[in-house]
């Protein structure tokens, strides 16, 4: 099916008239799904703030955190880097944060960002200011928050974590752990339970004109941000759009076998007293891609039980890979942020 034609982003504004206020959207989020909404939505607004789950334990933030005790840095990494400056300054910080150190001894496989980023956490005592710190040091075009100040842990309760049991019901432990299970999550939660939000990420989701949740690894990536209670009491109360972009595909482990449906109902389950203006749903991939060719219906009423429209439209690369293309993904979230309405004129 041939890419469809988008039109530039944005209207024109008019000679001497005065620039429109940027929307302020606040993307919620971890990984690789929240660098790919990063990178649409800087096309789009430069008053953007990531809010990023801080459960990670595995690979080089897991030994951060286990010598240290500090908040995995990570997806705060992952999310800084997408938001670097479109120069040449910019892109070449966003790769030497990504760059990881090679050889045998300690710093094998640690990521530059992950040091920098746990050094400055030391000298400065504040997890916040740290990251504003390396964000100006990278002329990020927005901000970086982590959910919580706290490390997290994610507990899952897994059908057939042992494949020698299929039925069985067991309580699986760990962010990565979870990620890779063989079985099917049923629900998940945190420890500690009832953990405190950053009061910064709560402002930036009370302030927003659009809350923008997903994609990414919906166990343990999306749903997290739901179960800390300030920010799911921010987000059921603010005045905000909010809008859930679904997975291209499911992700083998956490959503193996899961139709698109099933991903709204697991986020309804978890949050009930949420509710979505529109849910982002790329069109390939329910009419014979990735999901097979799904329920529609079946999706348009889990998208109703959230009290969302659905919105269909095309925002994957073209290469086949379940990976989303940048500037369809802008162009996708700009017409639903002009097309399903907001709080006035933007600010």
């Known amino acids: 099916m041939p890419a469809r034609q988008h039109r530039a982003i944005g209207p024109r504004p008019r000679t001497g008239a005065p620039r429109p206020q940027p929307?302020?959207?606040?993307?919620?989020?971890?990984?690789?799904?929240?660098?790919?909404?990063?990178?649409?939505?800087?096309?789009?607004?430069?008053?953007?703030?990531?809010?990023?789950?801080?459960?990670?334990?595995?690979?080089?933030?897991?030994?951060?955190?286990?010598?240290?005790?500090?908040?995995?840095?990570?997806?705060?990494?992952?999310?800084?880097?997408?938001?670097?400056?479109?120069?040449?300054?910019?892109?070449?910080?966003?790769e030497v944060i990504q760059q990881r150190f090679s050889g045998n001894g300690e710093l094998h496989g640690h990521a530059v960002g992950n040091l920098l980023i746990v050094a400055l956490w030391e000298k400065l005592g504040d997890p916040v200011a740290a990251l504003d710190w390396v964000g100006r040091l990278l002329n990020v075009q927005g901000r970086v928050l982590p959910m919580s100040a706290v490390p997290l842990d994610i507990e899952a309760l897994v059908r057939g974590h042992d494949p020698a049991e299929p039925c069985r019901i067991t309580a699986v432990r760990g962010q990565a752990n979870v990620a890779s299970t063989p079985g099917t999550v049923q629900s998940i939660k945190l420890l500690p339970e009832l953990?405190?939000?950053?009061?910064?990420?709560?402002?930036?989701?009370?302030?927003?004109?659009?809350?923008?949740?997903?994609?990414?690894?919906?166990?343990?990536?999306?749903?997290?941000?739901?179960?800390?209670?300030?920010?799911?009491?921010?987000?059921?109360?603010?005045?905000?759009?909010?809008?859930?972009?679904?997975?291209?595909?499911?992700?083998?482990?956490?959503?193996?076998?899961?139709?698109?449906?099933?991903?709204?109902?697991?986020?309804?389950?978890?949050?009930?007293?949420?509710?979505?203006?529109?849910?982002?749903?790329?069109?390939?991939?329910?009419?014979?891609?990735?999901?097979?060719?799904?329920?529609?219906?079946?999706?348009?009423?889990?998208?109703?039980?959230?009290?969302a429209a659905l919105v269909l439209d095309q925002v994957a690369r073209g290469d086949g890979t379940p990976r989303h293309d940048p500037e369809l993904l802008a162009a996708a979230y700009d017409r639903i942020f002009r097309t399903h309405g907001r709080i006035g004129p933007w600010r």
């Open 23 to 94: 929307v302020r959207v606040t993307a919620l989020g971890g990984g690789q799904g929240l660098s790919a909404s990063l990178s649409a939505l800087r096309r789009l607004t430069t008053e953007l703030t990531a809010v990023v789950t801080v459960a990670d334990d595995g690979g080089s933030s897991g030994r951060l955190r286990s010598e240290l005790g500090v908040l995995p840095p990570g997806d705060l990494r992952k999310a800084l880097a997408a938001l670097c400056g479109d120069d040449d300054w910019g892109r070449t910080w966003s």
């Open 195 to 307: 953990p405190p939000a950053v009061p910064e990420a709560v402002t930036a989701v009370d302030q927003a004109d659009w809350v923008v949740l997903g994609p990414g690894s919906w166990f343990t990536s999306v749903l997290p941000h739901l179960l800390v209670p300030e920010l799911a009491k921010a987000l059921t109360e603010t005045r905000a759009r909010r809008l859930l972009t679904l997975n291209l595909a499911p992700q083998p482990g956490e959503t193996e076998g899961f139709s698109p449906q099933r991903h709204l109902e697991v986020i309804a389950d978890h949050a009930p007293g949420l509710a979505v203006d529109a849910i982002l749903v790329d069109e390939r991939a329910v009419t014979g891609g990735a999901f097979g060719v799904a329920d529609l219906a079946g999706l348009e009423k889990a998208a109703a039980r959230m009290g």
